[in-house]
């Protein structure tokens, strides 16, 4: 869903600035693909989860379900807030850091 929001967006971008592709559409674009994985992910850790297909049926998944002491869960947690975190420091580029360099 995220990719479809961004069309808009990145049509916008491209009649704006007169170019067909340039570092503000992609990230537009990227942006717009990465929403919804992560929404998906940061949605597992509430209380309602989201819910999954298995075996032909609709099935809530959880991680607020498990206890708090888990150290399974817990890894993840942690592992997964690296991961992003490293991801938003490398994947974005602070283009006003070029203003001082």
């Given amino acids: 869903m995220g990719l479809i929001a961004s069309i808009p967006v990145i049509i916008l971008l491209s009649l704006l600035y007169g170019i067909i592709f340039n570092a503000e559409i992609f990230t537009a674009l990227i942006g717009g ?13 509430t209380e309602r989860g989201i819910y999954v297909k298995r075996n032909g049926k609709w099935r809530r998944f959880a991680l607020a379900h498990f206890s708090y002491d888990n150290p399974l869960v817990n890894g993840l947690a942690i592992l997964l807030g690296v991961i992003m ?10 283009h006003y850091y070029n203003y001082y360099f």
């Fill in 85 to 94: 975190l490293l991801a938003a420091l490398y994947l974005h580029h602070y």
């Fill in 33 to 45: 693909i990465l929403v919804g994985p992560s929404h998906m992910l940061l949605d597992v850790f």
